[in-house]
């Protein structure tokens, strides 16, 4: 049985494995998201394929997506697998009481022999504890193979509403931390500083467990310290809000979790990673209305560290996609968002990338798995500053391919006076399948060389079609862009606008602002619509959801920043 319609609030859920073995096969199928704008998975029921093919002697491992929120003690299915690259006939095993079926037949107990292209599902009962877990381990002729676990559902008691600070019950996060049920929701006291703490217990879809600044005071909660300041360790579906985490010396925020939602939020000042999401066991992460800033770089002997930088774990969280909206990430090291998840959603945001930071958006792909199939990505109706000499990065950063499609649309890209006629503001690296830029405006600062043309692309890619797939239309760039036999414009690209504004009230690097002194230099050009066939991503993003601060916004409260509807009709570039 199918469970309820999810609500567009609560990411991909995994507590029942008919929608997963929908989900999964949607996203194995097709390079297009199996969300509806972003959060809402649809229904399809076919075995998903993996290949167990040898790659350099070993055998490519997988798991079987987790099932979360299991009524206690219950048998739970897991999804389907289709097995390949089976040379010949195989030994399946798997511990912790696991059944097997093959091919559809009854479940029984392993051993079970397989061949090439045979279908298989486990079932596994779940712990009779509320919240434990219970994970069975495949073996393929004594090699590991994969893993399947289930989850009790977290619901020993009914929710409560836990106070938390100075003079409340409760004075630390620790206190309560290891006591929450699903639908727990607590109030931390403004004006006051919290320990760092880690959450380790899980709410379910319907009923997330919240973490919220309470009413009064003036302060948002400060959660301060440690070497991670907060860390969601299989603390599924949470809703922060609210609050401020600063000074870890490793991480700010590290998400190893499903269906995370942080909002109205500000994370700084920590050493290393500010949003850490790690490779495996991680889902679903939205970021709205959230502050970034103070973190990144590269420590001495260190590998770079980011603002934002989140995976997602391919198999056992399926799907699963990273959105970040209305959010205001400035003053960091390393790159401003980069990604590494089955899906990114980025839109509408204010990213500003100083002469310390790197590129604006960086978008990859696994590390921990081959990225099979390539993954998906959204950038829509962003402010981007470069005020050093990196744009954007797509395709990968050597270390693991993203092979997929990306939309660029409906952003304003500015340039620094770093952007010389060679410096690419879009770079295309590793692997990529299909990029489709629309609707973008990119202009150079007001002190910058505006005699100068800029270079859009720069293609240092392997395109898995074999062949480049870039597509471009109505976007405004300087004028002396134009030259496609100097690299500066793709030949791909139709319905190019030139001009020497693009009609902007101020472009001053210390204070931009998007107000439309010559509306007639943006007003005229035509909108295209979303692309299409290759290129099509899957549910884009048409129109902005909200309105965006028309000047840079200034350090502190995000929300009135953001307030107001959208302006229309819409225009190309940020407006």
Not at 23 to 51: D, M, R
Not at 85 to 102: D, P, Y
Not at 525 to 531: D, E, F, R
Request: hydrophobic share 35%; charged share 20%; with cysteine.
């Amino acid at each position: 049985m199918l469970p309820p319609r999810l609500r567009r609030t609560y990411h991909l859920t995994l507590t029942t494995l008919g929608t997963v073995a929908a989900v999964l096969a949607a996203s194995l199928c097709s390079a297009q998201s199996v969300y509806h704008n972003g959060f809402e998975p649809t229904a399809a029921s076919t075995c998903v394929e993996k290949s167990i093919r040898r790659v350099g002697g070993d055998r490519l491992g997988f798991a079987f997506p987790t099932a979360n929120g299991a009524v206690p003690g219950s048998s739970v299915d897991s999804t389907c697998i289709r097995l390949t690259g089976i040379e010949s006939s195989v030994n399946f095993t798997a511990n912790r009481g696991a059944l097997v079926s093959v091919n559809g037949g009854p479940f029984q107990s392993p051993p079970v022999s397989l061949v090439e292209n045979d279908e298989v599902r486990l079932r596994l009962t779940a712990p009779t504890i509320a919240d434990a877990e219970e994970t069975s381990f495949v073996q393929i002729d004594g090699e590991f193979l994969a893993d399947f676990t289930v989850r009790a559902a977290n619901q020993a008691r009914a929710p409560q509403v836990f106070e938390v600070g100075p003079g409340k019950p409760f004075r630390e996060l620790g206190e309560i931390a290891n006591q929450l049920v699903a639908g727990d929701v607590v109030e931390l006291s403004r004006d006051a500083v919290y320990q760092p703490v880690e959450f380790r217990r899980a709410g379910l879809p319907h009923a997330p467990i919240t973490l919220r600044a309470a009413e009064g005071g003036i302060a948002r909660p400060l959660i301060q310290g440690g070497s991670t300041t907060v860390s969601l360790r299989g603390a599924h579906h949470y809703r922060l809000q609210g609050i401020e985490i600063t000074g870890g010396s490793q991480i700010c925020l590290r998400h190893e979790a499903n269906d995370t939602w942080l909002e109205r939020s500000h994370v700084y000042g920590c050493e290393r990673h500010g949003i850490l999401g790690a490779d495996l066991y991680t889902g679903s992460l939205k970021i709205t209305a959230t502050e970034v800033n103070d973190v990144g770089g590269q420590p001495p002997g260190e590998n770079l560290k980011h603002p934002i930088y989140v995976a997602t774990d391919r198999d056992r969280y399926p799907g699963s996609v990273l959105r970040v909206e209305r959010s205001h990430i400035h003053d960091f090291g390393g790159n401003g968002i980069k990604s590494r998840a089955e899906r990114a959603e980025i839109h509408q945001n204010w990213i500003i990338a100083s002469s310390r930071g790197i590129y604006s958006i960086e978008l990859n792909g696994y590390e921990e798995y081959l990225t099979e199939p390539g993954l998906t990505a959204d950038v829509f109706g962003n402010v981007l500053e470069h005020h050093h000499v990196f744009g954007l990065r797509m395709g990968g950063d050597g270390t693991g391919a993203h092979r997929g499609r990306v939309r660029i649309a409906h952003n304003t890209i500015l340039q620094g006076s770093g952007f010389t006629q060679f410096t690419p503001v879009l770079r295309f690296f590793h692997e990529l399948e299909a990029v489709s830029v629309r609707n973008n405006v990119f202009a150079r600062f007001a002190d910058s060389a505006a005699n100068l043309p800029l270079r859009l692309v720069r293609d240092d890619a392997t395109w898995t079609q074999g062949a480049r797939l870039l597509d471009g239309e109505s976007n405004w760039v300087p004028n002396g862009s134009d030259s496609i036999a100097a690299g500066y414009l793709p030949a791909e690209w139709n319905g190019t606008t030139f001009g020497t504004t693009p009609g902007y009230a101020d472009l001053d690097p210390q204070g931009v602002s998007l107000s439309m002194l010559f509306p007639a230099e943006i007003v005229g050009i035509p909108v295209a619509p979303a692309a299409t066939g290759a290129f099509d991503i899957g549910n884009p993003l048409q129109q902005p959801e909200f309105g965006i601060p028309r000047a840079r916004p200034q350090p502190g409260n995000l929300i009135p920043q953001w307030a107001g509807p959208p302006q229309t009709p819409i225009l190309i570039g940020v407006h």
